[in-house]
């Protein structure tokens, strides 16, 4: 080693002992590996100082991107470098059997209509359907009373909230689960969609040569007392983007196949449709706490 790297791991061990009186043994580790893991990239790629202002330009740029209601650009920037799913995966390892766990994405609502089971969410035009089955424990148990909160876009690709102009609630529901832990959800069918790619991190993505689609799915955030809760999706089988997602959220085991269904179909009766639809399956396993 010449003097002057010397000199630079001099100063990394100088930055990482200045947390070594850090109180809470926690944040020392995380202070201390951030120091040696941001020291040791940047020792590796020699940034120059005009791309070491760019890349501080590029954060203070998704910091203003964010309004603190609906875009969050910083988690669209966790997202597309893969860091939310490998965070999911660091926290949510699960047993054999129960649903896997995908990204929250930045654009779920709290406090959004309680509905009851069956009631269409959709208050703007799509391809109808229903999405149902059932939420059970790991041992095959039905879990009576379990919210499931469900959220997706409109046809246009974009969430109410995000877009303005849909109404209050639309695409969005907290549904509940029967006494044999059956759920059913009213909409339509979702379709693959762009994140936003008009911040930093679309013009990231456009550097780059990634695309910036999302494959069709619907969220899910299911709850039950005693269990844990899970976080996941839903995806449309045969979406092209199926192996490309942005976010690198598609599990094979979240992927669901739609049957089409006609207008006389017993189901159609008991749900209330009158034109053909899209009929989705999916039973959901939680684990416990």
């Known amino acids: 080693m010449n003097e002057a790297h010397a000199a630079e791991a001099r100063l990394t061990r100088q930055v990482i002992d200045t947390f070594a009186r850090t109180p809470d043994p926690r944040l020392r580790h995380l202070m201390q590996a951030l120091v040696r893991h941001l020291h040791a990239f940047v020792s590796e790629v020699e940034p120059s100082e005009a791309e070491w202002m760019a890349a501080i330009r590029f954060l203070t740029e998704t910091g203003q991107t964010c309004d603190g209601v609906v875009r969050q650009e910083f988690i669209l920037l966790s997202d597309t470098l893969g860091v939310s799913m490998l965070v999911d995966a660091i926290n949510h390892r699960k047993p054999a059997g129960a649903t896997e766990s995908t990204v929250f994405g930045p654009f779920y609502m709290a406090g959004m209509p309680e509905r009851a ?3 269409n969410m959709a208050l703007t035009a799509g391809s109808p359907a229903l999405v149902h089955g059932h939420v059970r424990d790991t041992e095959g148990r039905p879990l009576a009373g379990a919210t499931l ?8 690709g974009m969430y109410s909230g995000q877009d303005t102009a849909q109404p209050h609630g639309n695409l969005r529901g907290r549904y509940r689960t029967d006494a044999d832990g059956y759920y059913a959800i009213r909409t339509i069918l979702p379709v693959s ?5 008009d911040g930093p991190v679309g013009r990231m993505m456009a ?21 844990r809760t899970l976080v996941t999706h839903v995806f449309n089988a045969g979406d092209p983007y199926l192996d490309s997602d942005a976010v690198f959220g598609v599990k094979p085991a979240l992927v669901i196949a739609y049957a089409e269904r006609g207008a ?21 396993v939680l684990s416990e706490q």
């Not at 909160?149 to 246009?156: E, G, R, S």
């Not at 749900?271 to 899209?278: A, R, V």
């Open 117 to 119: 089971t069956g009631e």
């Open 149 to 156: 909160d469900v959220w997706q876009t409109a046809v246009n």
């Open 193 to 197: 969609y762009p994140i936003p790619d």
């Open 207 to 227: 550097a780059t040569g990634r695309h910036v689609y999302r494959p069709a799915h619907l969220h899910f955030m299911i709850e039950a007392e005693g269990k």
């Open 264 to 284: 006389g179909d017993a189901l159609a009766g008991r749900f209330g449709f009158e034109t053909p639809f899209h009929e989705g399956r999916y039973d959901f």
